[in-house]
């Protein structure tokens, strides 16, 4: 895996690139990469996940021919130009070929291929493609997850805490937001693999199997998966510190890990309420008003 997104890389990709056989995520967006992509990148036959967007690459559009491990591709504002060609060699699992804001003038399509093709912002939309589904903006995420509350009907907590799954009482969740930078998938409707993230977290972090409330999970601007993460306390209403401690550094820390799919990750905690403190200026303070963070 190799992840320099947004690292202010300048200059040409190298060509030694094609030779790393090993990679399964490569992500070059956000950066300030000129010139034509390497002519050998598709000898990077196990790759999942190419991204090298924002960018001011040009030439023709990478040939992709052999990538059959390739599940997205985003190659979207840069400076492509000429012909694309999607080939009749394009693997099963490719979902996703985002070419959006380039100079592509003409495109060949593969009958092989009926996933998701964006060419909006391209001279091709001008002309005859211009009113087939390639040249629509569309909405990237239709649908999105959130762990099922359903059995716990209509109950209703006050706004400081939130419903536990598991017991479907009210309590004071530790919460978060996870940011995964190289997820191996795009679908955010498959309830398998968010399922497969809680019970990862209740397991490896020793909590209560159901109590984990994840919501909202989304593709940001910088294209990491973000979500949304709630985790509740195995009795009463309220971690305690040393919980709270304990389950922080092994998410910051990263000693947490998450199952092989979501890929690299960091963790952004919000301030806990623990029992008996009061939010004063975004930071929850004993009832002393001593001023002392309570994260």
């Known amino acids: 895996m190799r992840l320099f997104d947004g690292n202010k890389l300048s200059g040409a990709i190298p060509d030694t690139l094609g030779l790393v056989q090993t990679l399964e995520v490569l992500r070059l967006d956000r950066n300030s990469l000129i010139g034509p992509v390497p002519s050998n990148l598709n000898n990077l036959t196990n790759v999942n ?4 967007a924002y960018n001011q690459l040009t030439g023709t559009v990478p040939n992709l021919t052999g990538m059959d491990h390739l ?27 985002d070419l959006q804001n380039n100079q592509i003038s003409s495109v060949t399509l593969s009958s092989g291929y009926t996933n998701s093709l964006v060419l909006v912002g391209n001279p091709v939309c001008n002309t005859s493609l211009s009113n087939t589904v390639y040249c629509q903006n569309t909405d990237e995420n239709p649908k999105t997850y959130a762990t099922n509350l359903a059995n716990c009907g209509n ?7 939130k419903l536990n799954p598991q017991s479907c009482e009210c309590a004071y969740a530790y919460e978060g937001t996870l ?23 209740w397991n490896k972090l020793n ?57 690299p990750y960091y963790f952004i905690a919000s301030p806990y309420h ?14 002393g008003g001593d001023g002392r963070s309570c994260n």
């Open 49 to 52: 996940e190419l991204n090298l």
């Open 71 to 97: 599940s997205y591709v985003k190659l979207k504002d840069n400076s492509f130009n000429d012909t694309f060609s999607m080939g009749d060699s394009i693997g099963g699992s490719l979902q996703l070929v």
């Open 155 to 161: 109950k209703l907590c006050s706004p400081d805490e």
């Open 179 to 201: 940011y995964f930078r190289g997820p191996s998938f795009r679908e955010l409707f498959d309830s398998n693999i968010f399922h497969s993230l809680e019970s990862s977290l």
């Open 207 to 263: 909590l209560t199997p159901g109590s984990v409330f994840l919501e909202n999970p989304f593709f940001n601007i910088n294209d990491y998966l973000q979500i949304q993460l709630a985790l509740f306390p195995p009795t009463g209403k309220y971690f305690n510190r040393s919980e709270v401690a304990r389950i922080g550094f092994a998410m910051s820390n990263q000693t947490y890990k998450p199952p092989h799919q979501f890929g």
């Open 274 to 287: 623990f029992q008996g403190t009061t939010l004063q200026g975004g930071l929850y303070t004993s009832g």
